[in-house]
């Protein structure tokens, strides 16, 4: 399972990653929650390129830690195309495209 890991960011990426996230909570840009139990990642939320085995059965890694939602699901580290994403909450793992709603979707 992708795992938090803490580690110092430059600021000038830290600065850009938080001026991405912020331009996507536009209204009309989907929000982003778990399927499964609803949980609503904060912007600090991280999760980490680590091998895995099911569902994405993933064996490289490289340990990047980010927030995988300003990103689509690709690692910046080495631009691995994540599928499934584990809820940070439940720890469970659902399609990562299932994790952008709508305000269509949330009525």
């Known amino acids: 399972m992708m795992l938090l890991k803490r580690e110092s960011l430059p600021r000038d990426l830290i600065d850009r990653l938080t001026k991405d996230l912020e331009d996507t ?7 982003v929650r ?3 139990c609803f949980w609503e990642p904060a912007p600090f939320s991280r999760w980490t390129c680590v091998p895995v085995e099911h569902p994405e059965y ?6 990047t830690s980010w927030q995988t939602f300003i990103t689509g699901g690709v690692c910046p580290g080495c631009d691995h195309k994540w599928q499934y994403t584990a809820c940070l909450q439940c ?3 659902s ?3 299932e994790w952008y709603v709508t305000d269509e979707e949330d009525r």
């Open 34 to 36: 778990c399927p499964l």
């Open 95 to 97: 399609p990562h495209e």
């Open 58 to 63: 993933f064996r490289g890694g490289c340990g």
């Open 25 to 31: 909570s536009d209204a009309g840009a989907p929000r």
């Open 91 to 93: 720890a469970g793992w």
